[in-house]
């Protein structure tokens, strides 16, 4: 069985600095990919980036990067430049290369951007 | 709009009644997936639809849960018996065709919370 572990349940950070979001995760599968989304107060979750396990390189997207550790299988969420907006839960989250989203989730961090 | 669209938003029922929850995907995307969140936590899978079947439904918790995709758009999630541990967001995701190897994005709504008193 899959899970992740989110030990952070509250960040806070000034806007303007950069804020990492530890994940750490357990499987038995050979090839799964690794997930973060964003869940602002409206609800609805935003998928922020993804890296697959056999990916060399580290993912990013825009001010997201994914600092993927795997012989400690560690997916660290790295939020660079923090804004205001950035403020919600985390959340990381896997799945095997099946071919669809069934996706393990971690209970989440909450990140507060101060001014 | 053109996000995923879930209604009721909000829904309170007594214990032991049947409750109906609707999915509204994005135009053009063949899967779907329903996922259950309760306070506190991060979503837990309950089942995902490929067009019209149901290709996994191993999230559901028993057999008051059922869900439907009829045509392979809408999607219907249905409760019967209501518990109240049953209380939770219900949340409704799709994403655009599934690929060998799934590196897409899931495209979820605001979600239906379900309140069991």
């Known amino acids: 069985a899959q899970k992740i572990t989110q030990t952070q349940p509250g960040m806070f950070v000034q806007e303007k600095e950069a804020v990492t979001l530890d994940c750490t995760y357990d499987?038995?599968?050979?090839?799964?990919?690794l997930f973060w989304y964003k869940q602002p107060s409206s609800g609805e979750m935003i998928f922020l980036i993804y890296?697959?396990?056999?990916?060399?390189q580290n993912a990013t997207e825009g001010r997201y990067s994914l600092n993927f550790q795997k012989a400690r299988k560690s997916a660290n969420l790295v939020i660079s430049a923090s804004q205001l907006g950035d403020s919600a839960m985390y959340f990381c989250?896997?799945?095997?290369?099946?071919?669809?989203?069934?996706?393990?989730f971690g209970t989440g961090t909450r990140l507060l951007v101060s001014p | 709009g053109a996000g995923v669209s879930q209604t009721p938003s909000n829904k309170v029922t007594e214990k032991g009644k049947y409750v109906e929850l609707r999915c509204d995907p994005i135009?053009?995307?063949?899967?779907l997936y329903w996922y259950r969140q309760s306070l506190g936590q991060g979503p837990e899978f309950l089942i995902y639809?490929?067009?019209?079947?149901?290709?996994?439904d191993s999230g559901l918790p028993n057999d008051r849960f059922f869900a439907v995709r009829p045509e392979g758009s809408v999607s219907t999630l249905k409760i019967q018996r209501t518990e109240r541990g049953d209380s939770a967001v219900y949340l409704c995701?799709?994403?655009?065709?599934?690929?060998?190897?799934?590196?897409?994005?899931?495209?979820f709504g605001e979600g239906s919370r379900l309140t069991v008193l």
């Open positions: 639809f490929q067009g019209t079947g149901a290709a996994d």
């Open positions: 890296q697959g396990s056999y990916d060399q």
């Open positions: 995701a799709s994403s655009p065709f599934r690929r060998e190897v799934d590196t897409g994005e899931l495209f």
């Open positions: 135009s053009g995307h063949t899967a």
């Open positions: 499987t038995s599968d050979p090839s799964y990919g």
């Open positions: 989250a896997m799945n095997s290369n099946t071919g669809f989203q069934k996706l393990v």
